[in-house]
C-alpha cells in the first residue's frame, strides 16, 4: 500500500533512526546515556517477534525517532543548564503493584496537593518543552494531545481500561523508555526476546535517566515531594534503591485472579492496534509469568531493605475509601494533609467516577487462565498480605 502511494516501508535500523533524528533536531550530541545496546535489542524484536502490521511498523519507527529527538533537545538544554546536575532529589514516594491494583488512582489523588510534584504526560512526552515559557509548555500540551488521540484511534478500548491526558499523572516506564529500558515495549507488542534480556539487566541506566530527568522537570518547577508510579517498578527494586536510598515505597495489593485478566485485557488491547497476530491466552500466559517472578524479586529485596521504608495498601480499601487510605499514607509518610487538599481530592473523585469511560470487562475464562492454577502460582504472595483469592 505504501509504495502505491509512492512511499517507502520504515527503515527501522539503528542508523537510518538516528540519523533522523538529528536530522530533524539538527543535534548529534546524545549525552553520555548508553543507549545503543537496548535499542539494538528492541529492534531485533520488533523485526523478528512482534509481527508489525504497516501501521504498527510506522507508529514504533516515529516512537523510537520521538525518543531519539528527547534525548537531543534534553542534552542540548543540559549544555545551557549545566546547573541541572545539581538539582536535588529528596525523599521521592513511589507508588508500585501488580498492575490494575489501583496505582493510578492513588497518583492521581495524591497530585491534588500543591505540595506534589509528578511528571505529567505532556512533560514526558515532550520533556526539552519544560521551561517555563508558557506558549513553549502550551504548544508540548497541544502536540500531547494530538498523539494521545491518534492513540486512541489506533486501539479505542484502550481509554476505558487506563485514561491518559496530557495533565494527568504519567507513569515511569515512559520516562527509562527514553533509554529504551521498559515495560512499556513488550506490554504494547510481542517483543519476548527484549523483554528476558530486560530482566536480567541490573536496570542502572534507567534509573541514572529517571533521575536526571527529575532534575531537569523540577529545575522551573521545585516540589515540596515527587510522588512516582509504576507497576513496572517491580522488576527493579533494587536499581531504585541505590539511585533512591530515602524512597518511600507505598506498595499496592489486588487479588491475582482479579489482577492477572486485567492486566491482559490492557496488553491485548494495546497490541492489536499494532498487530494483526495477536492470541489474547499467549499474552495472559507470558505476562502471569514474568510479573509472578517480578513481584517475588521484588519481595525479596523488600525483606532486605528497612521495614519502615514501605506501606501496604490494598485496592479494595481504596475503591471503597479512597480519602481513608489516602490519609493513612499521609501519616505513613509524616505529612499534613491541609482542608484545601482534602477538597481537591474530593473534587477529583468526583470528577473521575470510576466506568467514567465504560466499564472494563475481563474473565480468566476469557484468558485462558486456570483459577486454581493461579492461586497456586500466588499462594505465598496472598497469604503473605493476607490477600482473599475468591473470585467475584
Known sequence: MLKKWGL??????????????????????FGDWAFQKPLEKLIKAYEQEANLTMLGRITVHELIVNILINLLLLEEKRRYQPSVEIEPITDPVFI?????????????????????????????????NCSGNIEESNKARDRTRNRLNWANQLAPGFKRIHNIAPELPQ?????????????QFHTACNVPSYQDWFEQEPQKLAYEFHHRLLQHLQIERTPQHWVLKAPGHLFALDA?????PDAKIIQTHRNPLQVMPSMASHATVLRHALSNQVNPKEVAQDWTMRWHLALGKFLEIRD???SDQFLDVYYDDIEREPLEEIYRIYDFLGWKIEDRTSQSMKTFLDSNPKNKYGVHRYSLEQYGLNPMRERKRFLAYCERFSISTTEK
Open 8 to 29: 517507502a516501508t520504515p527503515d527501522l535500523s539503528f542508523k537510518k533512526l538516528e540519523y533522523l533524528a538529528k536530522k530533524r533536531t539538527g543535534l548529534s550530541n
Open 96 to 128: 508500585i503493584g501488580l498492575p490494575r491494583t489501583g496505582t493510578t488512582l492513588l497518583h492521581g489523588l495524591m497530585e491534588q496537593d500543591a505540595k506534589v510534584r509528578v511528571p505529567q504526560t505532556w512533560e514526558v512526552m515532550f520533556p526539552a
Open 171 to 183: 507513569e515511569c516506564i515512559v520516562i527509562t523508555a527514553h533509554v529504551f529500558l521498559s515495560t
Open 240 to 244: 531504585l534503591l541505590k539511585r533512591y
Open 304 to 306: 532486605r531493605s528497612p
